[in-house]
């Protein structure tokens, strides 16, 4: 890469990634540059990290070969199913100009040795935040509501200043990473979503994010399997609250089971702590619609109506968390109304569309016990005859049996007409609807697969067709409910 070409990189505001930083940053790993042989100037070390430095200059690393531009260093990953290794010289025949590896190939290319290549993108994301110490970083977590409080944080930053937003789902370990090393100098703030399906992995996301702003939105029982109990998903979301520091904002959510902890917690590396749901940050004069949430917004002494084009509580408490952040940072109320009110749901939350009379609202994004409960809330509050569509949830480990009992008798006391279940766990989840409802109350049934639960419900729609219904598909990611949204509609 020329100089001209560098000098543009920069103007452009993207990070120049060298032989020289990159070594500095997994200097912890053991980081060494093994060239290929036709490179080498002389054998031995010192050689090859001089001779990389004239060689080696880019301004993106990527992990996927699918996504390799030329010019692009290659990073290469291991999992349990994959080797990045095995891809090296096609990353190289798409145009990477070096490699990140734990262990070094015959290839083409420059490649920089490190211990493991997992903690080297971490390594880097690091580094790469270090960088940028100008941007305001936002990190949320929380057993739900991660996606949807991220959006609204987007739409209220991205119209004041150029924002980075967590994209899809990359909010665990490798995801957070991928997402900081896209940080321009062009950046002002950083929206970064973190999410936990292990113990420590919040601490250590945490600890490469490095926010200016750190807020938990709740704690339910998602990878309740994982924590064993909701005091140890409480303890892991806490992480989040250990690398502020004093001038630093730690946002605490009032109406949680676990509220007077968390606080603890903050208080112990922040005085800087905002509640939200009846403290600091709250909402009163709450009118939920069909498909929009209409509230009065306080924020200490101010007040301001808003209409958030979200349906239910639960996104009113999102909505509240939101604002708590960027009041801490002291965006006005009225550009915080004004974000709010243009927030738009992620696909699978919420999102919903007309089939016919009856209304679909697919909300399989993923699930969890906190927000199945969410979206049983929002069905009740609809019109015409309600029916929920609900699979598996995973990741609960022994509680699995249990808490879909629990949903169930949930279930059956919500408000809802009809109940189809489909799953493993499918005929725990009417088992415990049937102990609280009758038959007149709710209509229960479980379904040994998506097929024979589409067949029943595409007739009952049949009949139903000039009596609306709506109906709300849920289930863990693992699911795929969403097949039966558009199978009905393809219908």
Same mark, same amino acid.
């Not at 879909?404 to 279930?411: C, N, V």
């Given at each position: 890469m020329t100089a001209d070409t560098e000098n543009t990189i920069q103007s452009q505001g993207l990070y120049v990634w060298q032989a020289d930083n990159l070594l500095a940053a997994t200097t912890t790993l053991d980081g060494r540059w093994q060239l290929p042989e036709t490179q080498k100037t002389a054998d031995n070390q010192a050689s090859d990290d001089k001779t990389a430095a004239h060689i080696v200059t880019a +301004?993106?690393?990527?992990? !996927?070969?699918?996504?390799?531009?030329?010019?692009?260093? #290659?990073?290469?990953?291991?999992?349990?199913? #994959?080797?990045?290794?095995?891809?090296?010289? /096609?990353?190289?025949?798409?145009g990477a100009l070096a490699a990140i590896v734990s262990r070094p190939i015959s290839t083409s290319i420059p490649q920089l040795v490190v211990s493991d290549t997992r903690l080297a993108l971490g390594h880097l994301a690091a580094h790469r935040r270090q960088q940028h110490k100008d941007v305001t970083i936002i990190a949320i977590t929380g057993s739900s509501g991660k996606t949807t409080c991220k959006e609204m944080l987007g739409s209220i930053f991205g119209r004041l200043a150029p924002t980075l937003i967590t994209r899809g789902n990359l909010n665990n370990d490798l995801?957070? %990473?991928?997402?900081?090393?896209?940080?321009?100098?062009?950046?002002?703030?950083?929206?970064?979503?973190? *999410?936990?399906?292990?113990?420590?992995?919040?601490?250590?996301?945490?600890?490469?994010?490095?926010p200016d702003v750190a @807020?938990?939105?709740?704690?339910?029982?998602?990878?309740?399997?994982? #924590?064993?109990?909701?005091?140890?998903? @409480?303890?892991?979301?806490?992480?989040?609250?250990?690398? /502020?520091?004093?001038?630093?904002?730690?946002?605490?959510?009032?109406?949680? !089971?676990?509220?007077?902890?968390?606080?603890?917690?903050?208080? !112990?590396?922040?005085?800087?702590?905002?509640?939200?749901?009846?403290?600091?940050?709250?909402?009163?004069?709450?009118?939920?619609? %069909?498909?929009?949430?209409?509230f009065k917004l306080h924020i200490g002494t101010q007040v301001?109506?808003? @209409?958030? %084009?979200?349906?239910?509580?639960?996104?009113? +408490?999102?909505?509240?968390?939101?604002?708590? @952040?960027?009041?801490?940072? +002291?965006?006005?109320?009225? !550009?915080?109304?004004?974000?709010?009110?243009?927030?738009?749901?992620?696909? *699978?939350r919420l999102d919903s569309q007309m089939l016919g009379l009856h209304r679909l609202i697919d909300d399989t994004y993923n699930s969890n016990p906190h927000s199945?409960?969410?979206?049983?809330?929002? /069905?009740?509050?609809?019109?015409g005859t309600k029916i929920l569509v609900l699979g598996d949830i995973g990741e609960l480990g022994a509680a699995a049996v249990s808490e879909h009992q629990s949903l169930g008798r949930t279930i059956a006391t919500a408000g809802i007409d009809i109940l189809l279940c489909v799953g493993e766990y499918a005929g725990?989840?009417?088992?415990?609807?049937?102990?609280?409802?009758?038959?007149?109350?709710?209509?229960?049934?479980?379904?040994?697969?998506?097929d024979s639960l589409l067949s029943y419900l595409q007739q009952y729609l049949q009949v139903q067709q000039l009596h609306p219904c709506t109906v709300l598909f849920k289930g863990s990611r693992f699911m795929e409910m969403e097949t039966l949204i558009d199978a009905l509609v393809k219908e």
């Amino acid at each position: 890469m020329t100089a001209d070409t560098e000098n543009t990189i920069q103007s452009q505001g993207l990070y120049v990634w060298q032989a020289d930083n990159l070594l500095a940053a997994t200097t912890t790993l053991d980081g060494r540059w093994q060239l290929p042989e036709t490179q080498k100037t002389a054998d031995n070390q010192a050689s090859d990290d001089k001779t990389a430095a004239h060689i080696v200059t880019a +301004n993106r690393i990527a992990t !996927d070969t699918r996504t390799i531009k030329s010019g692009d260093i #290659f990073l290469a990953l291991q999992g349990d199913n #994959f080797d990045g290794h095995d891809y090296i010289n /096609l990353a190289a025949s798409k145009g990477a100009l070096a490699a990140i590896v734990s262990r070094p190939i015959s290839t083409s290319i420059p490649q920089l040795v490190v211990s493991d290549t997992r903690l080297a993108l971490g390594h880097l994301a690091a580094h790469r935040r270090q960088q940028h110490k100008d941007v305001t970083i936002i990190a949320i977590t929380g057993s739900s509501g991660k996606t949807t409080c991220k959006e609204m944080l987007g739409s209220i930053f991205g119209r004041l200043a150029p924002t980075l937003i967590t994209r899809g789902n990359l909010n665990n370990d490798l995801g957070v %990473p991928m997402m900081l090393l896209e940080l321009s100098d062009h950046h002002r703030y950083a929206i970064i979503e973190l *999410g936990a399906n292990h113990i420590g992995e919040i601490a250590y996301t945490t600890e490469i994010v490095r926010p200016d702003v750190a @807020c938990i939105l709740n704690i339910g029982t998602a990878h309740l399997g994982e #924590f064993g109990s909701r005091e140890g998903i @409480c303890q892991t979301k806490a992480e989040i609250y250990h690398t /502020l520091k004093a001038e630093q904002y730690a946002i605490v959510p009032d109406n949680d !089971d676990f509220t007077n902890q968390l606080r603890r917690i903050a208080e !112990d590396n922040t005085a800087n702590v905002i509640g939200f749901g009846n403290t600091d940050v709250s909402a009163s004069h709450l009118d939920v619609e %069909p498909e929009r949430s209409e509230f009065k917004l306080h924020i200490g002494t101010q007040v301001k109506d808003i @209409c958030l %084009p979200l349906a239910g509580e639960h996104n009113v +408490n999102n909505a509240l968390a939101a604002a708590a @952040c960027a009041h801490a940072l +002291n965006i006005s109320i009225d !550009d915080i109304v004004v974000g709010l009110e243009n927030a738009r749901p992620a696909k *699978g939350r919420l999102d919903s569309q007309m089939l016919g009379l009856h209304r679909l609202i697919d909300d399989t994004y993923n699930s969890n016990p906190h927000s199945v409960r969410a979206a049983t809330k929002v /069905l009740a509050a609809q019109t015409g005859t309600k029916i929920l569509v609900l699979g598996d949830i995973g990741e609960l480990g022994a509680a699995a049996v249990s808490e879909h009992q629990s949903l169930g008798r949930t279930i059956a006391t919500a408000g809802i007409d009809i109940l189809l279940c489909v799953g493993e766990y499918a005929g725990y989840t009417v088992a415990g609807a049937k102990e609280i409802g009758t038959a007149d109350s709710i209509n229960a049934q479980a379904f040994d697969d998506k097929d024979s639960l589409l067949s029943y419900l595409q007739q009952y729609l049949q009949v139903q067709q000039l009596h609306p219904c709506t109906v709300l598909f849920k289930g863990s990611r693992f699911m795929e409910m969403e097949t039966l949204i558009d199978a009905l509609v393809k219908e």
